[in-house]
């Protein structure tokens, strides 16, 4: 008999919805993706050669299970170069992805039944992950019609004697939202006063728009660096997803308590891969900026293109490649006998119809959302807006 605590995990989401469209596809059925959650670029040519060099140098042992010194040192100079912390070696630490530093995080922190704040709509892993580790998910959800902004004030009604964390997550997946540095630091001194964790994914740091700048909220004080866990990783920056490297900054004990975990788990991450991430890291930034810049691109024509479009209304995400219309408009609509009741039903109706593939925002809880990812080619993204458009408007 499998085991409850794998009974009570939800499959990954967009894990599953990927599945269903790759055989959509084998079957000969041109789909627009929109549900894509990495970047559609190759890997910088130059961050391959270096895996290739250490393949053949014979690099491909086991390394220290925080990851090679070297790799940490690195990671260390860009903390400083991007926003003037210091941390050592032994505060880091080098994972497979980022998931797996967020779980090592969490196992490292939360005893059985203490609480984790999530702010939703939130990336899907994160609830599993709290469970698994035995965790309380308290959901504090963000307001649509203020751009789903870090809300301090209704966190602080979500604190209890129990709670031992929040995990935040800005740039925002799915929403794209960004978090203010006054918004972020007050959230700072509040898990300084109330001695809790914060456990801040910036995966998407560099995926940002308008003059937004990713404020790192360990930089906000010592005192609050005390309390952070910065999660990020190569797999968006440097579209290297399936080289599985991500790293986790933090306190001392926490970060060996985190390998500790990683080292009974998993060893070490791929080795290669380490060497890899030292290149992406120490050198050009450019293809870094490239892809920002096309993204930007991307995320203002589809803006304009859906903010256009009758019934169908979206914030403004000023960070990562997703934006998050609500459709709530379209429930009880139907079109050819089939009714939409819900974010499922029009998604499955757009892959059916416009084959276009969306997320249901049901997937980060934000039932009234469907999550359309740009990391697409301009060209499709404009096929799969006219598309969009055409399929909502028979929606009657
Ligand atoms: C918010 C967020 N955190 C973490 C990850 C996982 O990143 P990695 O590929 O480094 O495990 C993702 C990937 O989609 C993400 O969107």
Known sequence: MISKRIQNMIPSATLEQAAKIAELKNQGIQIIGFNVGEPDYNTPTNIIQKAEEAYHLGLTKY?????????????????????????????????????????????AIVDPGDEVIILTPCWVSYLEMVKLAEGVPVLVPLEENDGFRLDVAKIRKNISEKTKAIIINSP????????????????????????????????????????????CVAALSPEIKEKTITINGMSKAYAMTGWRIGYAVGPTQIIKGMADYQGNTTTSPNTPAQYASIEALANSQESVEMMRAEFDRRRRYILERINAMKNIHCSIPKGAFYVMPNVSYFYGREYKGLTVNNSLDLANYLLEEAKIAVVTGAAFEAPDNIRISYSNSMENIEKGMDRLEAALSKLK
């Open 63 to 107: 390394t220290p299970a925080a990851g090679m010194v070297a790799l940490r040192e690195v990671i260390c100079q860009k903390f400083r170069k991007e926003y003037g912390l210091d941390y050592a070696p032994k505060e880091v630490l080098v994972s497979a992805g980022a998931k797996q530093s967020l779980t090592n995080a969490l196992m």
């Open 172 to 215: 925002n997946n799915p929403t794209g939202a960004v978090y203010s540095k006054e918004d972020l630091r007050q959230l700072g001194q509040m898990a300084v006063e109330h001695d809790f964790y914060i456990i801040s994914d910036e995966i998407y740091e560099f995926l940002v728009y308008e003059g937004e700048k990713n404020v």
